[in-house]
């Protein structure tokens, strides 16, 4: 217990810098190290369970990925923000459901932390995306849209057409966006 004490010290009471570097060597210690992340994820220290979320990043292995996933669900945007951060930087297929739900149903930083991780997975995101498109909060519309730009999926024109017309000027500015990088910007598209 004195080790674990010990480490939520540091990580509450470094500065930045030191912080991520610890953070970062517990991540490296591999499957080693994954039972104290989880222990750290549920702590009541919000800077402790942040920095556990630097360390999964880190460590990238598929039981790190499945506790980013439930550090999605944290009470503190900082942490779901991380989380959702750092599955994007890990292109983690496995986590396209949770963070689409995040991206559907938190208004706040981090649903569009999701979006962005949902746009760095790519292809494996897009059907998600789509599907969010027909959300009726204007903020989900806008976060799929722009989301949907570098995943280029030709699966998206449809909805993105449609978008075109959406009451959300961020969204029509998205949609328009998507469409052009794909090639079809200036094209007619008529579906039968």
């Known amino acids: 217990m004195g080790e674990y004490a010990e480490l939520i010290g540091r990580l509450t ?38 920095w556990a979320v630097r360390a999964l990043w880190a460590n990238g292995s598929s039981r790190a990925v499945g506790l980013l996933v439930e550090a999605l669900q944290d009470k503190e945007e900082m942490v779901r923000s991380g989380a959702a951060l750092a599955l994007g930087e890990l292109q983690a297929k496995a986590a ?17 932390h999701a979006a962005d991780a949902l746009a760095k997975i790519g292809q494996p995101a897009a059907e998600a995306l789509i599907e969010a498109m ?15 730009i570098p995943v280029e999926s030709k699966q998206a024109i449809p909805v993105l057409f449609e978008a075109l017309e959406d009451e959300s000027y961020m969204v029509r500015h998205y949609a328009e966006e998507a469409l052009a990088r794909m090639g079809v910007g200036q094209m007619v598209y008529f579906t039968l």
């Open 13 to 50: 009471s470094l500065d930045e810098n030191s912080c991520e570097a610890e953070a970062i060597a517990l991540g490296q210690t591999g499957e080693a190290g994954l039972p104290l992340m989880a222990q750290l994820l549920q702590t009541d220290e919000t800077d402790a369970r942040f």
């Open 96 to 112: 396209v459901k949770a963070l689409t739900r995040l991206v559907s149903h938190n208004p706040d930083s981090s649903g569009d």
């Open 134 to 148: 027909n959300s009726e909060h204007s903020w989900t519309r806008r976060r799929a849209a722009k989301a949907l």
